[in-house]
């Protein structure tokens, strides 16, 4: 049973790109969480989303930023116009649905933005 | 809202000490608790999960203490190794459980 998986596992955008970070939870997960963590930094939560739905988005930044979970294929978190502040870690996360009463959450090796 | 502290920030200990991380959290309404180990330049690796209804978990060298009415969990780590040396994250479930909220981390540095 694969892990959670995130590419690519390193990111170099100039600014005023567009950064598109992949995710693929674990084999049976529906849940999907994106975290950010700055240097020297714990991780901040920023989206948390389900199939075709975004259930909590209160860590996104308001403008640039974007999160989708579509029906079939990975999660996406997309940074418009990137800026040199955007540089960080960013982890997802998945889980297995909350009816089960099991919320562990399984995290990817991360994706590392660097805006040059 | 839920905020998690870990002390201390930093610990530097030779080899063979058994040490404890601690880990603090203002809200006791939780489901669980979770250590993470992260290496440099990694991601999370899950060490513990510890479900509200338990006061400990055990793997191998690693023991973990759950007091959710003192908002307190600690990571007991025996027999220390220069491979333990990484940053130790504890995280509870948010208020609303929609999200994990971290610790800023210990940098365990175990010296040979």
């Known amino acids: 049973n694969a892990g959670v998986m995130q590419n690519p596992r390193h990111l170099v955008r100039r600014r005023g790109q567009e950064a598109r970070l992949r995710c693929s939870p674990m084999k049976g997960h529906s849940h999907v969480y994106w975290y950010r963590q700055l240097p020297e930094e714990g991780l901040k939560f920023m989206v948390y989303l389900q199939k075709e739905n975004i259930i909590d988005e209160s860590g996104m930044p308001k403008e640039r930023f974007s999160a989708e979970f579509p029906k079939e294929g990975p999660s996406i978190l997309r940074i418009q116009q990137v800026v040199r502040g955007d540089s960080a870690a960013y982890f997802c996360?998945?889980?297995?649905?909350?009816?089960?009463?099991?919320?562990?959450?399984?995290f990817g090796p991360g994706t590392r933005l660097t805006v040059l | 809202k839920q905020e998690v502290t870990q002390i201390p920030a930093a610990l530097s200990v030779p080899e063979g000490e058994n040490l404890v991380l601690n880990c603090s959290f203002t809200d006791s309404a939780i489901y669980n608790l979770q250590w993470f180990r992260q290496d440099p330049g990694k991601g999370l690796t899950s060490l513990l999960l510890i479900q509200s209804s338990q006061r400990e978990q055990t793997s191998g060298r690693l023991n973990a203490s759950l007091d959710k009415s003192s908002g307190r969990s600690t990571l007991y780590i025996a027999a220390s190794q220069p491979g333990d040396s990484a940053t130790y994250l504890c995280?509870?479930?948010?208020?609303?459980?929609?999200?994990?909220?971290f610790g800023a981390g210990t940098r365990l540095t175990v010296k040979p």
């Open positions: 995280a509870v479930p948010s208020y609303n459980n929609n999200d994990m909220r």
């Open positions: 996360a998945s889980s297995h649905s909350w009816a089960d009463g099991h919320n562990e959450q399984f």
